[in-house]
Nanobody
Framework: QVQLVESGGGLVQPGGSLTLSCAASRSIFSFYVMDWYRQVPGKQRDLIAR???????NYADSVKGRFTISRDNAKNTVYLQMNNLKSEDTAVYYC?????????WGQGTQVTVSS
């Protein structure tokens, strides 16, 4: 088992930046992927960024060039740096990790982009 705790969400104006963190309760070395998803009410949860244990990253087209995913193995944490935020980025953001034992979700953190 692993517990994931997201933080860093909040209210930001369009064009602003936020950095989300997802801290794991144990070493992240075993996680072959670490992902960020987001979900708005009434819609499915969408994968927006992924980082593998080899450091390969992938992004959804909607966030490519604006968001950056990274991981700090020493701190057991994955980050999502979000720049040039738009109103359509408003959502609950979830951390998701997977290893041979299972798939795990955090509780989510709300990001609201509004003037």
């Amino acid at each position: 088992q692993v517990q994931l705790v997201e933080s860093g969400g909040g209210l930001v104006q369009p064009g602003g930046s936020l950095t989300l963190s997802c801290a794991a309760s144990r070493s992240i070395f075993s996680f072959y992927v670490m992902d960020w998803y987001r979900q708005v009410p009434g819609k499915q949860r969408d994968l927006i960024a992924r980082i593998t244990n080899g450091g390969t990253t992938n992004y959804a087209d909607s966030v490519k060039g604006r968001f950056t995913i990274s991981r700090d193995n020493a701190k057991n944490t994955v980050y999502l740096q979000m720049n040039n935020l738009k109103s359509e980025d408003t959502a609950v953001y979830y951390c998701n990790v997977a290893d041979v034992r299972g798939v795990y979700w955090g509780q989510g953190t709300q990001v609201t982009v509004s003037s």
